[in-house]
T-cell receptor, first 117, second 115 residues
Framework: EAQVTQNPRYLITVTGKKLTVTCSQN?????MSWYRQDPGLGLRQIYY???????DKGDVPEGYKVSRKEKRNFPLILESPSPNQTSLYFC????????????????FGPGTRLTVL | AQSVAQPEDQVNVAEGNPLTVKCTYS??????LFWYVQYPNRGLQFLLK??????LVKGSYGFEAEFNKSQTSFHLKKPSALVSDSALYFC?????????????FGKGTKLSVIP
C-alpha cells in the first residue's frame, strides 16, 4: 500500500529535550515536506526537500532541522523544543513534475501531535 | 508571493442541499490549485486539482471545483451534501512561475452537514 508513515503519532516532552519525528514514504517520491497545523493558521510549511541531500526552508523553519540522506526518509529534528512548538505535524511527499506538469498532488502522513511542556 | 484565502471559517449546510466552500488566491504567474479534505484525527486527503484546461474540475466523492481566472477563485462544490462530508477543507495554490515547488495552504473551512 502506497503510504507516508510518521512516528511517533503522539509525543509529550519537556522544554529543551531533543527529539526526532520520523517520516518515511514508499512511493519513490523525490519531493518531501514538513508542515505544522495550528488552529486558525492552517498548514504552514517548515522545510522541504526536492531530492536526496537537497533541502530548503519553508515559511516557519526556526527551531527545526531536517535531513535527507535517503530518498524515502525525511526526519524532522527539534534540537531544543519550546512550548510554542506544540502543534500537529504532517509530513507529505510527491513526485517532482517535469516540464509543464506542475500539478502533482502531495500525499500526507497521518500526523504527529507534539506537546512541549 | 503566493497566497490563499478561505473567507469562511465554517460552513453549515443541510443534508441533500448543494454546498460551496470558497477559495480565492493570489499568484504572479499561472496557478496550480488544489483542494484537500481532513477528517478528524486523520491526515489530509487529496480531492481535486486544476492545472490547465477545462475550468470545471471533477474530483473524488462527487466534489467539483470551478476555476475562475478573472475572479481568482477556485470554489469547491457538491450538488448534494452528505453528513459524511463533514470535515475540514483546505485550498492550496502553487505559482507556476515561482521557480519553487512550495504549496501555500489556506486556513481551512470547517464544513458541517446537518442531518
Amino acid at each position: 500500500e502506497a503510504q507516508v508513515t510518521q512516528n511517533p503519532r503522539y509525543l509529550i516532552t519537556v522544554t529543551g529535550k531533543k527529539l526526532t519525528v520520523t517520516c518515511s514514504q514508499n512511493m519513490n517520491h523525490e519531493y518531501m515536506s514538513w508542515y505544522r497545523q495550528d488552529p486558525g493558521l492552517g498548514l504552514r510549511q517548515i522545510y522541504y526537500s526536492m531530492n536526496v541531500e537537497v533541502t530548503d526552508k519553508g515559511d516557519v523553519p526556526e527551531g527545526y532541522k531536517v535531513s535527507r540522506k535517503e530518498k524515502r526518509n525525511f526526519p524532522l529534528i527539534l534540537e531544543s523544543p519550546s512550548p510554542n512548538q506544540t502543534s500537529l505535524y504532517f509530513c507529505a511527499s510527491s513526485w517532482v513534475p517535469r516540464g509543464q506538469g506542475g500539478g502533482n498532488e502531495q500525499f500526507f502522513g497521518p500526523g504527529t501531535r507534539l506537546t512541549v511542556l | 508571493a503566493q497566497s490563499v484565502a478561505q473567507p469562511e471559517d465554517q460552513v453549515n449546510v443541510a443534508e441533500g442541499n448543494p454546498l460551496t466552500v470558497k477559495c480565492t488566491y493570489s499568484v504572479s504567474g499561472n496557478p496550480y490549485l488544489f483542494w484537500y479534505v481532513q477528517y478528524p484525527n486523520r491526515g489530509l486527503q487529496f480531492l481535486l486539482k486544476y492545472i490547465t484546461g477545462d475550468n470545471l474540475v471533477k474530483g473524488s466523492y462527487g466534489f467539483e471545483a470551478e476555476f475562475n481566472k478573472s475572479q481568482t477563485s477556485f470554489h469547491l462544490k457538491k450538488p448534494s451534501a452528505l453528513v459524511s462530508d463533514s470535515a475540514l477543507y483546505f485550498c492550496a495554490v502553487r505559482d507556476s512561475g515561482a521557480g519553487s515547488y512550495q504549496l501555500t495552504f489556506g486556513k481551512g473551512t470547517k464544513l458541517s452537514v446537518i442531518p
